[in-house]
């Protein structure tokens, strides 16, 4: 990307003369191209993206962090300005600072995201569709966890991967048989405001080493549904989910149900990246079969 197209954007967003000193691409683009700006009026931190859906990926990923920042003490960054441009759409958010976690980093993302979901409202889903990576996440409200998990989650991504040919008729058969019997296995909680995307790769520390969450993918759902992606990919500390079990208790046998909220961004997963994640989908479906 050309300094000048990052100068006039700049200009645009913030409505002043701006001169940049600096510009790097840094880590935390897996989606988009993500950079580190050194301007005459502060640090920021910017994402930039050619796709034809990119435009639409900025706007609900600007309304998720103002979501977030309204309802949490966690440090979000603060969304300033996106713009579609003729070619590529951009996304200005503040720069977070970071350094090492401090000694409750772990205590306070478990308390920290508790309070968050206990956030509620009366239905599943949330007023707008948004995006989960690169791929639409739609919302549509529903009255029960069940028929939200079944409508706007798991089929959804199921009838994309077979569009994609990712899985066969046969197995399509299977997800749709074993969903009612997954979701009975799930309590019934009051929805709650979930990031979404919760992994080691959206966690970050602030400049005082408390905990950061960033590329929300927003939505009322169920609570265990943030835990159970904390669990895919690791890298949680168990001082973590001791805190938040304190602070807002899980139902029994949770442990049980890690794998059944994972299958949707294993489906996700399976649709952004391919087959190997097939696999892992295929076992906890056998599961019900």
């Keep these: ?51 034809a859906e990119a435009a639409q990926m900025f706007r ?15 440090t979000i960054p603060d969304f300033i300005g996106r713009d579609a441009g003729s070619s590529t759409a951009m996304l200005l958010m503040e720069h977070i600072n970071s350094a090492a976690r401090n000694k409750t980093y772990w205590q306070d993302l478990g308390a920290w995201l508790a309070e968050l979901h ?10 707008t569709h948004n995006f989960i990576g690169s791929l639409p996440q739609q919302n549509n409200y529903e009255s029960t966890w069940g028929e939200f998990f079944i409508n706007q989650r798991i089929i959804p991504q199921a009838r994309l991967a077979l569009r994609n040919g ?19 296995l799930m309590p019934e909680e009051p929805p709650s ?3 979404g995307d919760l992994w080691s790769g959206n966690l970050m520390v602030d400049e005082k080493g408390s905990p950061c969450l960033v590329d929300p993918a927003v939505y009322f759902g169920h609570r265990e549904m943030d835990i159970a992606f904390s669990r895919l990919f690791g890298g949680f500390s168990h001082e973590f989910y001791q805190s938040y079990h304190n602070a807002y208790p899980m139902e029994p046998g949770i442990e049980g149900r890690i794998d059944l909220y994972n299958l949707y961004p294993l489906f996700v997963h399976l649709n952004l990246f391919g087959r190997s994640y097939f696999g892992q989908i295929e076992m906890i479906i056998s599961r019900f079969r």
């Excluded at 300094?3 to 935390?28: N, Q």
């Excluded at 962090?65 to 309204?70: D, F, N, S, V």
């Excluded at 206990?118 to 007023?127: C, K, V």
């Design 118 to 127: 206990r956030t509620t409202q009366q239905d599943f889903g949330l007023d």
């Design 60 to 74: 609900a990923e600007g309304k998720g962090l103002k979501l977030l920042r309204a309802n949490s003490r966690f």
């Design 166 to 184: 990712l899985i066969s008729a046969s197995f399509m058969e299977d997800v749709e048989t074993t969903l009612p019997e997954i979701i009975n």
């Design 1 to 51: 990307m050309e300094k000048s197209t990052v100068v006039e954007f700049l200009e645009r967003v913030l409505s002043r003369p701006v001169e940049v000193y600096s510009f790097k691409a840094v880590g935390g683009g897996s989606i988009s191209n993500a950079y580190k700006l050194e301007t005459s009026t502060g640090n920021y931190f910017l994402k930039a993206d050619s796709r």
């Design 193 to 195: 405001l979930v990031h």
